[in-house]
């Protein structure tokens, strides 16, 4: 008998190829009275494919008495509850490292278009002011600047190791030092904020860093600097980024995240210190494929009896049992 999955958003077709043949599957979007289906079919669901932005709701965790599993497409969970899982022996898996390339890269393309005006000067040939006005107004470098990084985990790492080719000089903030790292700690987050040239957030998301990048913070990277999110739009106070760049306080930024997703603030959209993606970071084919994988491969090794590829921090304990 396959058991039973429960699947919260979207899935590709080669992802469904696959949980088609081991699962059988129930897409909670095509189900119209959602509360009455769960509290009549909950119990018969042991596994759910979810993604980083839906999560599982908590009223829909408690209508599954029987859930032995979740895996989630992405590496933030963060729209989990884990102590939830924990406390019910419920594993919780994520796709870390697959993704690694592809947001480092993302972060390094938004300082660059960001203070290289990217978007500004493209519509500077396009509007024909090129041919009509001259050359268009002078950028700024990456070139040499001090970068501070604050999540220097996986993706941190990898952003810190790419911008090594632009000699930029890396420091970070973490709750913790890291003891096998070169690059200058800093253990206050403003302090950092106010010694660097660029500040990338790829921090997780959560209670403990929500709006952990707040107005001091902006204040202190000041009218020359600039912000980069390739983390979650909770990392950041949004109300006082857009004002800080309206009113100069702070000189640019590169986002990819924001906290209402998919609507981003519209007092960003004129600003041509501003660059602005619809959080893309991971989106090339190659990663979402790996992604995916990882995905089902998750669900097949726990069905199969064996200890699963990539469980959460909180869930690492319960790979053993």
Not at 182 to 190: E, K, M, R, S
Request: hydrophobic content about 40%.
């Amino acid at each position: 008998m396959k058991p039973d999955m429960l699947l919260i958003g979207g899935a590709t077709p080669r992802m469904m190829e696959k949980f088609e043949a081991a699962f059988n599957i129930h897409r909670l979007s095509e189900i119209t009275d959602a509360p009455k289906w769960l509290e009549e079919n909950g119990e018969k669901i042991e596994a759910i494919a979810t993604n980083g932005h839906d999560g599982v709701k908590p009223e829909i965790m408690s209508k599954l008495p029987n859930l032995k599993i979740i895996s989630c497409y992405g590496v933030g969970y963060d729209a989990i509850d884990t102590s939830v899982a924990v406390d019910r022996n419920i594993m919780v898996t994520h796709t870390p490292g697959v993704l690694n390339a592809d947001v480092a890269n993302l972060a390094v393309l938004l300082m660059l278009a960001t203070s290289r005006c990217l978007v500004r000067d493209d519509k500077w040939v396009r509007s024909g002011n090129w041919a009509n006005k001259g050359n268009a107004p002078l950028t700024r470098s990456i070139q040499n600047k001090r970068v501070g990084i604050l999540g220097l985990g996986r993706i941190g790492s990898e952003i810190a190791r790419k911008l090594e080719a632009f000699n930029c000089e890396i420091v970070y903030h973490t709750r913790t030092k890291k003891t096998d790292v070169a690059y200058a700690y800093y253990d206050n987050l403003l302090q950092m904020a106010e010694d660097v040239d660029y500040l990338i957030a790829i921090t997780p998301g959560g209670s403990s860093t929500d709006k952990i990048v707040n107005a001091e913070v902006l204040n202190a990277l000041g009218s020359e600097g600039t912000f980069i999110n390739v983390a979650r739009g909770s990392v950041v106070d949004e109300v006082e980024l857009v004002k800080a760049l309206k009113d100069g306080r702070l000189g640019f930024a590169g986002l990819d995240v924001f906290a209402d997703e998919p609507n981003a603030p519209s007092e960003l959209f004129e600003m041509e210190n501003v660059t602005l993606t619809p959080h893309v970071a991971s989106a090339t084919v190659e990663t979402r494929q790996a992604m995916g994988d990882l995905t089902v491969d998750n669900l097949l090794t726990f069905f199969d009896g064996k200890p699963v590829l990539t469980p959460v921090p909180e869930c690492e304990h319960l790979n053993s049992k």
